[in-house]
């Protein structure tokens, strides 16, 4: 009777040594982060917000008052998404 010691230690699925031997391809974060962040239409989504923040901040200092409508439009904005989710929450609650 042989006993066969061969010993490997544990490789994660997203690691860099599990990419030499094609394992990458089996790892679903890795391909789930390839597909939401790799995309062309994800860089240009973050080229539009940071042009428009860039666009807000000198609409800003050149006019300050633009502070007071933005606030008021975030906390309106915030109210109406508070009561949507509370009216969620409310409608699973009666369903189960």
């Known amino acids: 009777m042989t ?18 031997g094609g394992l990458i391809s089996h790892c679903p974060m890795a ?8 995309s ?3 860089k240009l989504l973050l080229c539009v917000i940071g042009v428009a923040l860039i666009v807000i901040g000198i ?7 633009i502070v007071i409508w933005l606030m008021a439009s975030v906390s309106i904005l915030m109210g109406m998404a508070l009561l949507v989710m509370a009216y969620y ?3 699973m609650k009666r369903s189960s």
């Open 3 to 20: 006993a066969t010691t061969n010993t490997s230690k544990p490789v994660s699925c997203c690691s860099g040594e599990s990419q030499e």
């Open 31 to 38: 391909a789930k982060f390839d597909k939401t962040f790799g």
């Open 40 to 42: 062309p239409k994800f």
């Open 59 to 65: 609409a800003i200092i050149l006019e300050p008052r």
């Open 89 to 91: 929450i409310n409608s």
